[in-house]
């Protein structure tokens, strides 16, 4: 069925898959038998995706941010992506600027760069100012990209459809994958979404009791100049965060400020993670940046997870249970995550989380790499057939990434000396919430009620004990089925009397019969009860129940 359209894309897509020796695709494309689905070697896959084009690396970027999928193997090397595309040239990208501004461009930007600051499969970034002076970076989207997009879309959604007849994707719900995946794809098309996310985040990172907000920093949107196709924001002046080059300056040493840096970047993303629910899920070195006049930024913020109160509760518990080396608490907080319907066994799922943790009984909390830790808990999730909320994904990628880039940046990092004060911290507040004396207040009220209430409702109960006016409702499941087991029994037994009074009274009737007409009844009642019996046999028969 995906062939049979036969576009040029279809046919260029099914040699690369070909010639890169992906027999499970080649036999699903062709129409052929096909096994269990199996997945290239992570470097072929890799491979695949770059030789696909630009939307399939862009695929394969979003496909890195779901380590509850795939294992370990195939994010790291998925994580390798780069949208290497060589820029637009300037004559087009002026035409789609001209598009998208209101007034001439003569009257918004006083200087343009025509050389590209960064080239992605999407779109690319040039540095402007505006007639106003201020220094503005503007991210255009590439001319034509939608209907690229919108094509091959098309075609993932077409290999969904054939995998998804197979149990593999019934069991993975690869349809469901594919619109996920699809509509991420799409929704990057839409800057103001991009624009959206950084103006959110800017909000709360501009006040935190954990950091000096002032000390991070995330572009100014410039709305007015903003579309779908079009993203003006603050041009940052600075080079990646692992290109710095830091010199004592006013009695602070380079590994006083790297640590500091590091102090700052994850106080920053724990309370995007713990408290406000909602991150910035791509913190890989090309997106923070070291500024000139030494403050930290955020760049890119494309791609956010959100969580929701509950969710960010269980993952704090989750933190201290893998702290503990707990593989009972470990089950159960993941049992609590998942979303999936399907039956667990608990003895299995927990003998896998504490075969995983063993290896790490030994070591010192400094050595131990939690983001591995985590991708190892979302591998035994998958292997129990748990299928976690696609939020867990971004959320084990953020820490992975960050953790990672830690460790370069300042290899003398102690994960565990980072997050322990955070830690406390996060707990005091689920017991207590942001405004202590306020839940205290509003427990002491509840107590009150309480009692207070407390001994009506003893003398109300107490009162309908003795008045024997008690009721009592239950709801025991499965009953229905034992209820009609019990009825179809019922009914048999009393159909077995029925035809055994007929029989006897017709034998009664024939041994004294007296004239022709009782001789008739008695063989009639003598024929019904055959028939009534023959029927019983037959029944008890076809149910399969005689043993």
């Known amino acids: 069925m995906f062939l049979t359209q036969n576009t040029s894309r279809q046919r260029e897509i099914a040699e690369i898959l070909f010639r890169n020796g992906w027999d499970y695709m080649r036999r699903l494309l062709t129409g052929g038998k096909t096994d269990e689905p199996q997945l290239p070697t992570p470097a ?148 103001t979404r991009e624009a959206h996310f950084a103006e959110q985040l800017r909000r709360n990172l501009s006040a935190s009791r954990w950091f000096d907000p002032q000390q991070l920093v995330i572009a100014e949107i410039f709305w007015d100049l903003t579309t779908e196709k079009l993203l003006v924001m603050e041009w940052l002046d600075g080079v ?31 309370q995007q993670l713990y408290i406000d629910g909602f991150f910035h899920a791509d913190p890989h070195p090309g997106n923070i940046f070291y500024l000139k006049d030494g403050r930290v930024a955020l760049l890119d913020c494309g791609m956010v997870g959100k969580l929701d109160p509950r969710t960010q509760q269980i993952l704090v518990e989750m933190l201290l249970a893998i702290v503990d080396i707990d593989a009972q608490r470990c089950s159960q907080l993941t049992l609590q995550l998942s979303d999936s319907a399907q039956p667990v066994i608990l003895s299995r799922l927990e003998n896998d989380y504490d075969r995983m943790l063993r290896k790490y009984y030994n070591l010192d909390l400094s050595q131990i790499n939690f983001s591995q830790i985590i991708y190892e808990l979302l591998q035994v999730a998958r292997n129990n057939k748990i299928r976690l909320p696609s939020n867990m994904g971004l959320y084990a990628k953020t820490l992975a990434n960050l953790e990672g880039l830690a460790r370069q940046f300042n290899p003398e990092i102690n994960f565990l000396d980072e997050v322990k004060p955070l830690l406390t911290d996060l707990f005091r507040r689920q017991l207590l919430g942001n405004r202590p004396v306020e839940s205290l207040l509003r427990t002491a009220l509840d107590i009150k009620s309480l009692s207070l209430q407390s001994p009506r409702q003893i003398e109300l109960l107490l009162d309908r004990v003795t008045s024997e006016t008690l009721q009592w409702n239950l709801s025991v499941r499965g009953l229905d089925s034992i209820r009609r087991t019990l009825d179809d029994s019922a009914n048999r037994l009393s159909f077995s009397v029925l035809v055994g009074s007929l029989i006897m009274g017709a034998a009664i009737i024939s041994s004294k019969a007296q004239t022709a007409q009782l001789s008739w009844l008695s063989s009639v009642l003598f024929a019904v009860a055959s028939l009534l019996g023959l029927w019983l046999i037959f029944s008890i028969l076809r149910s399969g129940r005689l043993r």
């Open 44 to 191: 072929v896959l890799r491979k695949i995706l770059v030789d696909l084009g630009p939307v399939y690396v862009k695929f394969g970027q979003l496909m890195s941010t779901r380590p509850d999928l795939l294992p370990a193997s195939y994010i790291d090397e998925l994580s390798t992506l780069q949208d290497d595309v060589p820029p637009v040239p300037w004559a087009e990208i002026e035409v789609a600027i001209r598009q998208q501004l209101k007034k001439p461009l003569e009257e918004t930007f006083s200087k343009i760069n025509f050389q590209a600051v960064a080239a992605g499969s999407i779109g690319q970034i040039h540095r402007a100012t505006l007639t106003d002076g201020r220094e503005v970076a503007i991210k255009v989207q590439r001319p034509g990209i939608d209907a690229i997009v919108a094509q091959d879309i098309s075609l993932i959604q077409g290999v969904a459809d054939l995998v998804a007849r197979s149990e593999f994707g019934q069991n993975y719900e690869i349809k469901s994958l594919a619109n996920e995946f699809t509509s991420a794809l799409e929704a990057e098309l839409d800057f």
């Open 240 to 270: 990646p965060l692992l290109a710095a080059n830091f010199a004592e300056n006013n009695g602070v040493s380079p590994e006083t400020k790297r640590q500091e840096i590091t102090t700052l970047l994850f106080r920053a993303f724990f």
